[in-house]
């Protein structure tokens, strides 16, 4: 389940995880932490969200010829099998778009020009992947190629041509039922190395900055993102563990985020843990 908090209105002002660090840290508990937390969250996650779209971008897209109605397993973005099945198979490789990782998990409404073959409304696809092709912003998968057409026979057409003039905008990405999940990487090394991927996160801003911190005296570490959606770190700092979240739009504002739930001190790879928080802008 998602939880819902109402706390706060909406535009409360957030307030920044670094400020809390400012202060002296034996003016702290546990229970100030979560309370922290939930009221971070609530100003996230309001109970209903109004998030405008923008213009779209003219572009062109082509699929993957193997790709069968998934995604890839192999993506850039750090997926592995998710990255195959995330959004029903609805999924594309970007080049400029994938942002060195960061634009990992963006959402886009993809839509092409031909008003005989494709339909107003086009396909939402999620980026799990690194690629281009002949000038193209998007390489999708098959599925998702196909339902940019109106009809059977029109989704013929396009797979025929094989790369199509599009437009394109973001989207808010949509994921009900779940929170933003970590997935704990089979190349991590318990207590050495540590590395995670990020999955089901929703709306429209990126996740810029990851710091893992120790939940007994709040001592935090910033981050590598490998590559992807894939954060590390050698020598991760011991106990039970909490995450913070750099949250930033393309009008350059920043909120950081404090999941409830924390990692356990005996982490290890292959696990997946609920961070108990989800964001809706």
């Not at 034996?26 to 969250?41: D, G, K, P, R, T």
Request: aromatic share 12%; charged share 20%.
């Amino acid at each position: 389940m998602v939880p819902t908090l109402c706390l706060l209105p909406y535009k409360t002002k957030l307030l920044s995880i670094f400020h809390l660090f400012l202060l002296p840290k034996m003016a702290f508990s546990h229970q100030i932490l979560f309370i922290a937390s939930a009221l971070i969250f609530s100003v996230l996650n309001p109970a209903q969200s109004a998030t405008s779209d923008g213009p779209f971008t003219h572009s062109r897209a082509a699929y993957y010829p193997d790709s069968d109605d998934k995604g890839s397993e192999t993506g850039r973005c750090g997926y592995g099998s998710f990255g195959a099945t995330i959004n029903y198979g609805d999924v594309a490789a970007a080049s400029d778009l994938y942002r060195d990782g960061v634009g990992c998990g963006a959402c886009y409404q993809v839509r092409c020009m031909n008003s005989k073959d494709c339909s107003d409304e086009g396909v939402t696809v999620v980026i799990t992947d690194q690629g281009s092709s002949d000038r193209t912003d998007f390489i999708m998968s098959k599925k998702a190629f196909r339902k940019m057409a109106q009809s059977t026979y029109a989704a013929s057409s396009l797979l025929a041509q094989g790369i199509v003039d599009i437009e394109y905008r973001r989207v808010s990405c949509s994921y009900p039922g779940n929170n933003i999940t970590i997935k704990i990487d089979e190349s991590s090394d318990y207590p050495y190395y540590l590395a995670f991927v990020i999955w089901y996160q929703q709306g429209q801003k990126d996740i810029t900055a990851v710091q893992l911190c120790e939940t007994k005296d709040f001592n935090c570490k910033l981050l590598d993102r490998s590559y992807g959606s894939v954060f590390t770190t050698t020598s991760p700092p011991s106990g039970s563990l909490s995450l913070r979240m750099l949250l930033s739009g393309e009008d350059g504002d920043e909120k950081w985020i404090v999941p409830v739930n924390i990692i356990p001190e005996n982490w290890k790879k292959g696990d997946i843990y609920d961070t108990g928080v989800q964001i809706a802008e």
